[in-house]
Nanobody, 125 residues
């Protein structure tokens, strides 16, 4: 089993920044990817960004490209999501997720094996 705990959410004005953090514990993984999804009220959970743990390749949703940056700290088993230029439409619960055997596809939540409890991000206009 893998446990994920997110932190760093909060309330910010449009144009502001937040950094989310997610720490993984439990089994040792080596072929995985860690990503971020978000879910706004009444909407489906959507992909935001993912990073391949081995090699560090990153992938982003078009809606956040150029504004959000995903990074990792291998030694601490942490993944970060730096969010700049936040917009009201970024308001959602943000979830950290792990795909235990990353194959290169990443958009669907069904590909991910472990999830955190989520952290709320609210962007006011």
């Amino acid at each position: 089993q893998v446990q994920l705990v997110e932190s760093g959410g909060g309330l910010v004005q449009a144009g502001g920044s937040l950094r989310l953090s997610c720490v993984a514990s439990g089994r040792t993984l080596s072929r995985h990817a860690m990503g971020w999804f978000r879910q706004a009220p009444g909407k489906e959970r959507e992909f935001v960004a993912v990073i391949r743990w081995s090699g560090g390749s990153t992938y982003y949703a078009d809606s956040v490209k150029g504004r959000f940056t995903i990074s990792r700290d291998n030694a601490k088993n942490r993944v970060y999501l730096q969010m700049n230029g936040l917009k009201p439409e970024d308001t959602a619960v943000y979830y950290c997720a792990v795909d235990e055997y990353f194959s290169g596809t990443y958009y669907s939540p069904s590909l991910y094996d472990y999830w955190g409890q989520g952290t709320q991000v609210t962007v006011s206009s």
